[in-house]
């Protein structure tokens, strides 16, 4: 095998180790979770995903759903950091995406952003659009049209 190939067995691996024998704290994650049965073969999988490239994880489209080819993807870190249960998706400018998302394309850092959400009940479109604040600021001193 070649290093591409090694690190998509690695892949392979953590996927039917996941599982098939998941740790205490994955089976809530990973209760009900197939492997398409074809995948216990590695060829067939390797087959089917192709080498894993450079910087990537195996990643369930559908997290709710198994691991079979159609469901499947190699992704960067980021991309799978944002294809969670946890993930927090907002809809802003008709776009429905996750807020980490919104956040980028705004330049403004996720933390300030969620928390004039979810903490200070700010309306999605202002917590988008309004940059920071100056040090020292009152909430009170914020329009009430921010507010739902």
């Excluded at 073969?41 to 159609?70: A, C, H, N, S, V």
């Excluded at 807020?99 to 479109?125: M, S």
Aim: net charge positive; glycine share 6%.
């Amino acid at each position: 095998m070649n290093r591409v190939e090694i690190s998509a067995y690695r892949s392979w691996v953590a996927m039917r180790g996941r599982c098939l024998r998941p740790q205490k704290k994955d089976i809530k994650s990973y209760k009900g979770i197939k492997i398409d049965p074809k995948w216990n073969d590695f060829l067939l999988f390797l087959r089917d995903m192709g080498d894993r490239p450079t910087g990537t994880q195996l990643d369930r489209i559908d997290w709710t759903k198994g691991y079979f080819k159609e469901n499947c993807r190699w992704v960067s870190p980021k991309e799978q950091a944002r294809n969670r249960r946890i993930t927090c998706f907002v809809e802003f400018n008709g776009v429905k995406k996750p807020l980490a998302e919104h956040c980028e394309e705004q330049g403004l850092r996720y933390g300030l952003v969620h928390r004039r959400i979810f903490n200070q009940g700010w309306k999605i479109e202002y917590a988008l659009t309004v940059k920071s604040l100056p040090r020292g600021r009152k909430r009170r001193s914020v329009d009430k049209k921010f507010f739902i």
